[in-house]
């Protein structure tokens, strides 16, 4: 797993829909400018779209949280997940997020580089994100916040250490 002070994986491309282009994506580049060049961001890993922990806790609560994080130095916040980018946008609107960014990592390119890919074949999911948290500052990974246990075809499904509150307590300085 990427650990402090590493640089995130650059010449990562996430293709992102673009309603106003003519082939209907953009495709976003981690190196240079695009994300996170100059910029303090969160970065947030979960295991899928639709899923339960991630629909019903991971995702909202940052979204809830945005503005407080923003209070906090933290100019966008994303959610990467080994899901095409038209599954992460079907549910970035089911669920009527507005502040967090989605990072479609469909071909799990990112995740594998930053150390992340987990095999859950065991639920026929094939390969997923490990759930994590990151802040990273001008691509450079200030804190990390991976779940503890990362393993292939794991049974439990730990959300404690990459949860919004775990990484706003350490943005105070309490943890």
Not at 16 to 26: A, I, P, T, V, Y
Not at 39 to 57: D, M
Not at 96 to 109: A, C, E, F, H, T
Request: glycine fraction near 10%.
């Amino acid at each position: 797993m990427i650990q402090k002070g590493d640089s995130l994986p650059s010449n990562c491309i996430f293709p992102m829909r673009d309603e106003g282009l003519s082939q209907g994506f953009k495709y976003i580049n981690t190196n240079g400018t695009d994300l996170f060049k100059d910029r303090r961001v969160i970065i947030f890993g979960l295991p899928g779209a639709f899923t339960p922990t991630c629909s019903k806790s991971q995702l909202p609560a940052y979204e809830r949280r945005f503005k407080e994080f923003q209070s906090h130095g933290i100019e966008d916040v994303y959610c990467c997940s080994v899901n095409d980018v038209f599954v992460m946008e079907a549910w970035r609107k089911f669920k009527g997020i507005k502040k967090v960014k989605m990072l479609p990592d469909g071909s799990g390119v990112f995740t594998q580089q930053i150390g992340a890919l987990v095999s859950k074949d065991n639920h026929g999911m094939g390969q997923r994100s490990w759930r994590y948290a990151l802040i990273v500052d001008d691509g450079k990974v200030e804190a990390v916040f991976a779940e503890e246990g990362m393993s292939n075809n794991i049974e439990s499904d730990p959300y404690e250490i990459s949860n919004p509150s775990y990484v706003m307590a350490h943005l105070r300085g309490i943890a």
